[in-house]
């Protein structure tokens, strides 16, 4: 097969006729590499790889002396430092450890103290018109062996260390010793038995040359709550045996007690217990007062029925020739 230009030509020679070629002449361009182009005047250089350098296998390269000096000195300076943290850790590891066995020692004799007191409080209980001094000295006995041997154990575990840092581990005990002593010291001479008080008994059992253990204002205004409702039940029980006058001064005296915690409360930073106990002391004071209103007003009707060791009066039901 032809190309164009040559079929045009033939046929131009065909027909006899001369003429200029019509298809314009075609010119070859030199096609334009994206290499260099090379310089025929000058031969082609090859790159050659660089020769290896001489192989050091069979001897050490020198170094200097003083950058290994610096380097063993760094080393040496590095482990005296790492050996000086894990003396002053282990240090801080022996200190905790040595205070969370304390914790638990005294989470167990807390717990012990707290049994023990809210045996004092039932012994108190137990009192009547007729055993009141006799059950009173039982009391008074339980008390000072609690506080012998319990708060005794606690003094010789907290003296001479920072004790207000385990106090969560000791106050539910040290709350009921105060609920229990201030209790008794109510039913023996109706008043309240005060902190100086308190922690002047316990001067005895410490050593005099460190710091003794110091019931503070929190567990006490705490256990001074709780004996609302100690005094609630013994109020109820003081009806119950025809002593309304003296349930009407235990009214009186937690009234008291209540009325005045209301104004200390809101001074207290730590504060959210204690909101939760005042809550229950004006349940108690409630109670009370019910109590000794129903006896006031309706004393007439049953009152004789209790606490009563002649032949009860039943005047009051409209049937006086009752038969017995």
């Known amino acids: ?37 090379q310089s ?30 610096d380097a063993a000195a760094t080393a040496h300076s590095a482990s005296a430092g790492c050996s000086a943290m894990k003396a002053e850790f282990a240090k801080h590891a022996e200190y905790l450890n040595t205070l969370n066995d304390k ?21 108190v209980h137990r009192i009547s018109k007729n055993n009141k001094e ?21 003094v010789k575990e907290l003296q001479g260390t920072d004790f207000w840092k ?10 009921e010793y105060v609920e229990a002593a201030t209790f008794c010291r109510f039913c023996k001479t109706g008043t309240l038995l005060s902190l100086a008080e308190i922690n002047d008994s316990l ?20 256990g001074v ?31 008291d007690i209540y009325r005045e915690l209301t104004l200390v409360v809101p001074l207290m930073d730590d504060n959210s217990e204690m909101k939760k106990k005042m809550e229950t002391m004006l349940q108690s004071v409630v109670k009370i007062e019910n109590a000794c209103f129903s006896v006031h007003v309706r004393g007439s009707e049953y009152i004789p029925l209790l606490g009563s060791s002649a032949d009860p009066d039943y005047s009051f039901f409209g049937a006086s020739d009752f038969d017995q």
Not at 245 to 255: D, G, P, Q, S
């Open 1 to 37: 097969m032809l190309p164009l230009r040559g079929c045009h030509r033939r046929l131009l020679s065909l027909r006899g006729v001369t003429a200029p070629s019509l298809l314009p002449p075609i010119t070859t361009t030199p096609t334009t590499s994206m290499a260099a182009p």
């Open 40 to 69: 025929h005047s000058h031969p082609a250089k090859t790159l050659r790889a660089s020769p290896p350098p001489p192989s050091t296998a069979g001897s050490a390269p020198k170094r200097s002396r003083t950058m290994a000096t």
């Open 103 to 123: 914790r638990e020692r005294l989470v167990k004799a807390s717990r012990d103290l707290t049994m023990n007191s809210k045996k004092s409080i039932f012994q």
């Open 134 to 154: 006799e059950v009173l000295s039982k009391a008074e006995n339980d008390l000072t062996v609690v506080v012998n041997q319990y708060i005794g154990k606690l």
């Open 166 to 175: 385990l106090r969560r581990a000791y106050t539910f005990g040290v709350q």
């Open 203 to 222: 001067l005895e059992l410490g050593d005099k040359s460190v710091e003794p253990l110091q019931i503070n204002v929190l567990d006490y205004v705490l």
């Open 225 to 255: 709550a709780d004996l609302s409702g100690e005094l609630m039940r013994l109020a109820i029980g003081r009806i119950s045996d025809g002593e309304v006058e003296y349930a009407k001064n235990i009214c009186a005296f937690v009234r």
